[in-house]
């Protein structure tokens, strides 16, 4: 008669440590043999040798019962981990696969020739090559660029409609009272492209030949002298209100419907000063027909080096044309974040910034949340000055 006395537990725990991919055949033997204490006391080694091998053998279907278990579970753990980082990181990542699939429209609101349509025209011909396929520039002009923004505003949120907006947008939101939109909270905001500064521009014959001069001037001659803008609320009109301002001179308003016939009438000697676009008047400067005074912007001009920048004289002072890609409310971020990636490139590919330069632009590469801040602080700024002046439009 066979008995034998063993421990359940010593021998779980014993097979338990065995480690399937380190333990041979042998090891696994020699745990059950050391956890099963056998004792023979009588008759019938051989049918005691038959009963232990039967336990050996029950004991080795349950360690790969066991095994099997363990396995399972590591592997749904690991496919679990595998499939949360998956997530993530399409969270993170890029657009969908699928976008773009077919032409991307980008609105201007302004004509054809002029800075935002030359640096939407840029930044398209950029991102057709980035994501093989078109993004064609279609210029909807009319209400001082209300018209084009209340398009894309109203357009599907799926990417394939938006805006090349411009300060218009951030000074409209004061200047309209009627607007049928609100830019700032109907649009999301992708990725600023580029700043152009004004220039403070006088003809030849004018007696000042710097910013000291020409306050000198309007202040001992109080609303004698005239300024020129492109239109009430554009930003030359702004820009030169706020100039007015911190220098606390009077001038008298004339207002003109668009930026070349300022630039005629400032030629002829017809008006004083005028605030114009870089592009538009640079040529006029460089052959001597207009005196640059000063450009707009916090620093001076690559393309007017010579020319001091306004904050020069007056620290604080600035007023740029800038642009930037905005987009329907509820556009996707996983689109939002692939345009922004592919405009950041190109302003740091040499020959894009070249071009930019000989606009007289300067690239400005940012994430969305960059570019929010911008727009809020902008449209904050010029609110100020609207309101100031009373230039209010129905």
Same mark, same amino acid.
């Given at each position: 008669?066979? %008995?034998?006395?063993?421990s359940?537990?010593?021998?779980?725990?014993?097979?338990?440590r065995?480690?399937?991919?380190r333990?041979s055949?042998? &090891?696994?033997?020699s745990?059950?043999?050391?956890?099963?204490?056998?004792e023979?006391?009588?008759?019938?080694?051989?049918s005691?040798?038959?009963?232990?091998?039967?336990?050996?053998?029950?004991?080795?279907?349950l360690?790969?019962?066991?095994?099997?278990?363990?396995?399972?579970?590591?592997?749904?753990?690991?496919q +679990?981990?595998?499939?949360?980082?998956a997530?993530?990181?399409?969270?993170?990542?890029?657009?969908?696969?699928?976008?773009?699939?077919?032409?991307v429209?980008?609105i201007?609101?302004?004509?054809?020739g002029?800075?935002?349509?030359?640096?939407?025209?840029l930044?398209?011909?950029?991102?057709s090559?980035?994501?093989?396929?078109?993004?064609i520039v279609?210029?909807?002009?009319?209400?001082?660029?209300?018209?084009? &923004?209340?398009?894309?505003?109203?357009?599907?949120?799926?990417?394939?409609?938006?805006l090349?907006?411009?300060a218009?947008?951030?000074?409209?939101a &004061?200047?309209?009272r009627?607007?049928?939109?609100?830019?700032?909270?109907?649009?999301?905001p992708i990725?600023m492209?580029?700043?152009?500064?004004?220039v403070?521009?006088?003809?030849?014959?004018?007696?000042?030949?710097?910013?000291?001069e020409?306050v000198a001037k309007? %202040?001992?001659?109080p609303?004698? +002298?005239?300024?020129?803008s492109?239109?009430a609320?554009?930003?030359p009109?702004?820009?030169?209100?706020?100039f007015?301002?911190?220098t606390?001179?009077?001038?008298?308003?004339?207002?003109?419907?668009?930026?070349?016939?300022?630039i005629?009438d +400032?030629?002829g000697g017809r008006v004083?000063?005028?605030?114009?676009t870089l592009?538009?008047?640079?040529?006029f400067?460089? &052959?001597?027909? +207009?005196?640059?005074?000063?450009v707009?912007?916090?620093?001076r001009?690559?393309?007017?080096?010579?020319?001091?920048?306004?904050a020069?004289?007056?620290?604080?002072y600035?007023?740029?044309?800038?642009?930037?890609?905005?987009?329907?409310?509820?556009?996707?971020?996983?689109?939002?974040l692939?345009?922004?990636?592919?405009?950041?490139?190109?302003?740091?590919?040499?020959?894009?910034?070249?071009?930019?330069a000989?606009l007289?632009a300067?690239?400005?590469?940012?994430?969305p949340?960059?570019?929010?801040?911008?727009?809020?602080?902008?449209?904050e700024?010029?609110?100020?000055?609207?309101n100031?002046?009373?230039?209010?439009?129905?």
């Amino acid at each position: 008669m066979l %008995r034998i006395r063993w421990s359940s537990a010593f021998a779980l725990s014993a097979t338990a440590r065995c480690h399937p991919q380190r333990r041979s055949s042998w &090891t696994l033997w020699s745990t059950i043999a050391a956890a099963t204490a056998i004792e023979v006391t009588s008759m019938g080694r051989a049918s005691a040798w038959s009963e232990f091998l039967e336990i050996c053998i029950s004991w080795q279907c349950l360690f790969l019962e066991l095994r099997r278990a363990i396995m399972l579970r590591r592997r749904k753990f690991l496919q +679990l981990g595998a499939a949360s980082i998956a997530a993530s990181a399409s969270r993170v990542v890029a657009a969908p696969a699928s976008y773009p699939n077919r032409a991307v429209y980008l609105i201007v609101g302004f004509s054809p020739g002029g800075n935002t349509d030359i640096v939407a025209r840029l930044i398209g011909h950029w991102l057709s090559l980035q994501f093989d396929q078109p993004f064609i520039v279609e210029n909807h002009t009319g209400a001082a660029t209300n018209i084009a &923004t209340e398009q894309v505003v109203r357009a599907a949120p799926d990417g394939y409609t938006l805006l090349v907006a411009s300060a218009a947008n951030a000074i409209n939101a &004061t200047l309209y009272r009627n607007l049928k939109f609100n830019f700032i909270r109907d649009t999301v905001p992708i990725g600023m492209v580029a700043s152009t500064p004004l220039v403070m521009c006088v003809n030849p014959a004018f007696p000042a030949r710097s910013v000291i001069e020409f306050v000198a001037k309007a %202040r001992a001659d109080p609303g004698g +002298l005239n300024f020129a803008s492109s239109g009430a609320g554009s930003p030359p009109h702004v820009a030169a209100e706020l100039f007015r301002m911190m220098t606390d001179i009077k001038m008298l308003h004339i207002s003109y419907r668009g930026d070349a016939e300022a630039i005629t009438d +400032l030629v002829g000697g017809r008006v004083h000063v005028y605030f114009a676009t870089l592009p538009g008047a640079i040529g006029f400067i460089r &052959t001597g027909a +207009l005196r640059a005074l000063a450009v707009s912007a916090a620093e001076r001009s690559l393309s007017l080096p010579e020319v001091p920048a306004m904050a020069e004289f007056l620290p604080g002072y600035e007023a740029t044309i800038w642009n930037g890609l905005n987009a329907p409310k509820s556009t996707p971020d996983p689109v939002i974040l692939a345009l922004n990636q592919a405009i950041n490139a190109g302003l740091g590919d040499p020959r894009l910034r070249t071009r930019l330069a000989e606009l007289g632009a300067k690239a400005f590469p940012g994430s969305p949340e960059d570019y929010a801040r911008f727009i809020a602080n902008e449209t904050e700024k010029w609110g100020k000055i609207v309101n100031s002046i009373g230039a209010h439009l129905d």
